[in-house]
């Protein structure tokens, strides 16, 4: 039995500028322009996996996998073998936008779409496209690869989300065969599946399905695939049995268990190790059934992962995997910034990770990189435009190198239509359709205000909070909050990391002096209405990386508020890696609304170097002389919208 807050968060409606307009973005842009691609309407150029190991793809072909696979079509699957989750994601983001912008056409076609699903969804509730049409005798047989947990699971959270906002049963339904079908095959029992997928991802939809519809046998199958991971050589049997060479996605076979992070039982694993969305997804799995079942050890497991992530394998805007070579975490410390990875995708499941964390330990640094994330990790994979977008996130990049060194080649400087392995997109539409879920976190009855986005929000006791703000160009941040019911209530605020050494308080005008425990202030609120007025520290800082990070040595990244920013060629008058900024250098900050459709541009003082250089490769060296410039910074997230250029996170200091 689920214990639900009598506080947990009824209503919300965002009202924030800068988050409307991307979600308008998603309604106007986004969902359309994916719906034609994986229709394959577009007239669209797809690009290769930055990784470089797939096949070139010339269409996404996901719904008419669907259609083959309903006995709509015939033909044969295209793509990889979890291409069906790029619909999932695409619905799961369809179905957020459905509730702040309700659209009769677009529900048209989702409930279509649920239709198509439903007829290509098997008597026993199987649903993984790529088995149905090519390999119905492999079904099952080789879940290192076979991603077909994964493809099940994103159906489910899409289903979740989908019947929440259009009460659409068949949706449901749908979801919860699929769950029987796999409470049937998997387990300990005679004639069942000892064993678990190689990507994680269906322990946290479960978990979402379990709370949706309370049915026990769904947690326990999410804990059972969490506690089995890493018991066994499970996926080397499966392989003997299904046949050595029978990869199904080239390249993985040589990956060491790790990378699957089944080289140890969960609980036993010291750091985060291998693939980095596979990492994070997992995390988020985990501290979903710690909260819901009260499990210390697997608490314990999410917070050693988090430390391991966030205090030594986390780039500054967010990103992790810092290569390429299985889209992976390296070693501690190990962040390059122009050969990583840092995946959108991965950073979205680090945002699932932060909320995760959140619901069972009010701690603000889980806060903290939520805003990271949704301010820069994530929102820099999508472009401005809604139709291009990243895949890998780099902190410096140059079209040049890239263009001729092989183990820069995914580092584009451009963001692409598409890719034949498409899971970024759509996983940027839904996290961004589904902001209004971040915002707050209830817990054990204590409203938790932690993002700063201006909304309107309803709670089930009556509480209502109204929040406003310019964020993240403007620090200062206004509640107004109604409380209707007889007692007073516990709300606490974050007061981010970045502005813990000043940050002021004001209650009904009156200035409160703030004892923040674990990155919160906490508030009683009487019945009847208060305001609060917060204002955040927005001056433009510095930042160094720990010293044992060689890449950065001598060199400070640039951060206001929670956005952080980079030098981008197209701005300054020589390349990007020759500035330094000086000393006591000053910063000014301007918020030029015709730049990148409104964006706060930081100016900073600066030296260039003047000493002529000569075509020699090598030459003696001489003390250069310095000229005092300026460099113009713009957000992260923004980065290549203009031309394609050349752009850089970290500058060199004095
Ligand atoms: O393997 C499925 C998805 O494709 C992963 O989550 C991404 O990292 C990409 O490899
Ligand atoms: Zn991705």
């Given at each position: 039995m689920i214990t639900r807050e009598k506080n947990r968060l009824k209503k919300i409606e965002i009202t924030s500028p800068f988050w409307k307009q991307y979600r308008e973005l998603i309604v106007d842009e986004v969902l359309p322009y994916q719906w034609e691609v994986m229709n394959d309407s577009a007239d669209i150029n797809i690009t290769h996996e930055p990784g470089g190991n797939d096949e070139h793809q010339e269409h996404s072909h996901a719904i008419q996998n669907l259609e083959i696979a309903a006995g709509l079509k015939k033909g044969t699957h295209n793509g990889y073998t979890f291409q069906?989750?790029?619909?999932?994601?695409?619905?799961?983001?369809?179905?957020?936008?459905?509730r702040y912008q309700p659209n009769e056409e677009l529900q048209t076609i989702t409930d279509r779409l649920i239709d198509l699903i439903e007829e290509a969804q098997e008597e026993d509730g199987y649903l993984v496209t790529f088995f149905q049409i090519e390999a119905p005798e492999r079904k099952f047989a080789r879940l290192k690869q076979s991603h077909e947990l994964y493809t099940m699971g994103h159906y489910m959270e899409a289903a979740v989300a989908y019947y929440d906002v259009t009460q659409n049963q068949k949706a449901l339904s749908i979801a919860i065969k699929m769950a029987d079908c796999l409470v049937e095959h998997f387990g300990h029992g005679?004639?069942?599946?000892?064993?678990?997928?190689?990507?994680?991802?269906?322990?946290?939809?479960?978990?979402?399905?379990?709370?949706?519809?309370?049915?026990?046998?769904?947690?326990?199958?999410?804990?059972?695939?969490?506690?089995?991971?890493?018991?066994?050589?499970?996926?080397?049997?499966?392989?003997?049995?299904?046949?050595?060479?029978?990869?199904?996605?080239?390249?993985?076979?040589?990956?060491?268990?790790?990378?699957?992070?089944?080289?140890?039982?969960?609980?036993e694993q010291a750091t985060a190790e291998g693939h980095a969305v596979r990492v994070v997804y997992l995390c988020t799995g985990m501290a979903q059934v710690a909260r819901l079942t009260g499990d210390k050890s697997l608490l314990a497991t999410c917070q050693r992962f988090w430390n391991n992530i966030v205090k030594q394998k986390m780039y500054i805007t967010g990103g992790i995997g810092s290569t390429n070579i299985g889209e992976a975490f390296t070693g501690n410390y190990d962040l390059p910034n122009d050969t990583m990875y840092g995946e959108t995708c991965a950073s979205v499941g680090m945002a699932f990770f932060a909320?995760?964390?959140?619901?069972?330990?009010?701690?603000?640094?889980?806060?903290?990189?939520?805003?990271?994330e949704l301010f820069n990790g994530i929102i820099s994979g999508i472009s401005l435009d809604g139709t291009h977008f990243f895949y890998v996130n780099p902190l410096q990049a140059d079209q040049e190198i890239s263009s001729h060194n092989p183990s820069r080649e995914h580092v584009l400087n451009k963001r692409a239509e598409w890719f034949g392995c498409a899971c970024c997109p759509s996983n940027v539409a839904r996290l961004i359709a589904s902001v209004d879920r971040y915002i707050y976190t209830v817990k054990d009855e204590t409203i938790l205000s932690h993002q700063f986005i201006s909304n309107m929000a309803t709670f089930e006791n009556g509480i209502t909070i109204q929040q406003t703000s310019n964020y993240p160009w403007e620090g200062m941040?206004?509640?107004?909050?109604?409380?209707?019911?007889?007692?007073?209530?516990?709300?606490?605020?974050?007061?981010?990391?970045?502005?813990?050494?000043?940050?002021?308080?004001?209650?009904?005008?009156?200035?409160?002096?703030?004892?923040?425990?674990?990155?919160?202030?906490?508030?009683?609120?009487p019945t009847g209405t208060t305001t609060l007025q917060l204002?955040?520290?927005?001056?433009?800082?510095?930042?160094?990386?720990?010293?044992?990070?060689?890449?950065?040595?001598?060199k400070v990244a640039i951060q206001r508020g929670p956005l952080v920013y980079c030098v981008e060629e197209t701005d300054q008058t020589t390349d990007v890696w020759k500035y330094t900024l000086t000393k006591e250098g000053q910063f000014r900050y301007a918020f030029e609304a015709d730049l990148l459709g409104g964006v706060g541009a930081i100016y900073a003082d600066a030296q260039l170097p003047e000493t002529a250089h000569t075509d020699a490769l090598y030459q003696e060296y001489r003390t250069p002389q310095f000229k005092?410039?300026?460099?113009?910074?713009?957000?992260?997230?923004?980065?290549?919208?203009?031309?394609?250029?050349?752009?850089?996170?970290?500058?060199?200091?004095?």
């Open positions: 069906d989750t790029d619909v999932y994601k695409w619905l799961e983001a369809a179905a957020y936008s459905l005679a004639d069942q599946i000892p064993g678990y997928d190689g990507h994680p991802e269906i322990e946290l939809a479960l978990a979402r399905l379990y709370e949706a519809t309370e049915k026990q046998a769904y947690l326990t199958l999410a804990e059972f695939f969490i506690n089995e991971r890493g018991q066994d050589d499970f996926f080397d049997r499966q392989i003997q049995k299904d046949g050595f060479e029978r990869d199904l996605i080239d390249g993985m076979r040589n990956f060491p268990l790790s990378y699957y992070q089944a080289a140890e039982p969960v609980r909320q995760e964390m959140l619901k069972l330990e009010t701690k603000g640094e889980y806060g903290d990189v939520l805003e990271k941040v206004s509640y107004t909050i109604e409380n209707n019911s007889a007692e007073a209530q516990q709300i606490g605020i974050r007061i981010p990391e970045w502005s813990q050494k000043k940050a002021q308080l004001l209650i009904d005008g009156v200035e409160k002096r703030l004892q923040v425990i674990d990155g919160f202030v906490y508030l009683e609120i204002t955040l520290d927005m001056s433009v800082k510095k930042y160094q990386a720990n010293e044992k990070v060689v890449y950065n040595f001598g005092e410039t300026q460099v113009k910074l713009i957000p992260y997230y923004a980065w290549a919208n203009r031309t394609s250029e050349n752009m850089e996170v970290w500058i060199n200091q004095q």
